[in-house]
């Protein structure tokens, strides 16, 4: 039997050196494997998923701090140049992310309260997140108002995102899945 490939040489057959994204003159290495919704990429070890980006700042610089969360000093999420890459204090990480969606991805609760763990938090078609409580409640209150209408409601928006809804809860489970183990 063939020993397994080693991982540094999976991981290095799985960049693309950017021609268009780039770092104070160093090129991105963009990750060309399987991405997730949230723009970051895993790559398994012993049947586990780990991400690519704390996978090879380890690898090249040591140890992980714990408390401490990877920067992407180039903004490329799915690139894993380790010289693109630093330590920081998480909340150095969100006041340096550039678009509302990514601090939004990273509030802990919802509007009314309810913490956003991975049993409440549905994901949306469009990738936008949504509290189940509340989504439950409004359904809810709309139901009593007029069922009939909820429910062909519904049934449209079933039929209509079915592959969609698919995908995501896919993505969801092997999310939750890689969540756990970090
Ligand atoms: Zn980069
Ligand atoms: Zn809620």
Not at 53 to 73: K, S
Request: glycine share 4%.
């Amino acid at each position: 039997m063939r020993p397994p490939t080693p991982i540094i040489e999976r991981f290095l057959s799985k960049i693309n050196i950017s021609t268009t994204h780039f770092y104070k003159n160093t090129a991105c290495w963009e990750w060309i494997a399987w991405i997730n919704k949230n723009g970051y990429c895993h790559i398994t070890l012993k049947g586990k998923g780990i991400l690519t980006h704390r996978f090879i700042y380890e690898y090249w610089y040591g140890e992980l701090t714990p408390h401490l969360t990877i920067d992407h000093l180039c903004r490329v999420r799915h690139c894993v140049n380790p010289l693109h890459l630093e330590q920081v204090p998480y909340r150095v990480n969100i006041l340096r992310g550039e678009t509302l969606a990514a601090i939004n991805s990273r509030k802990t609760h919802c509007k009314r309260g309810h913490e956003f763990t991975p049993e409440n938090t549905y994901s949306y078609p469009n990738d936008a997140r949504g509290c189940r409580i509340c989504i439950n409640l409004n359904a809810r209150q709309r139901y009593a108002k007029n069922p009939e209408k909820e429910i062909l409601r519904y049934k449209t928006y079933l039929q209509k995102n079915r592959d969609l809804i698919n995908r995501k809860k896919r993505e969801t489970y092997s999310n939750n899945k890689l969540k756990k183990q970090e």
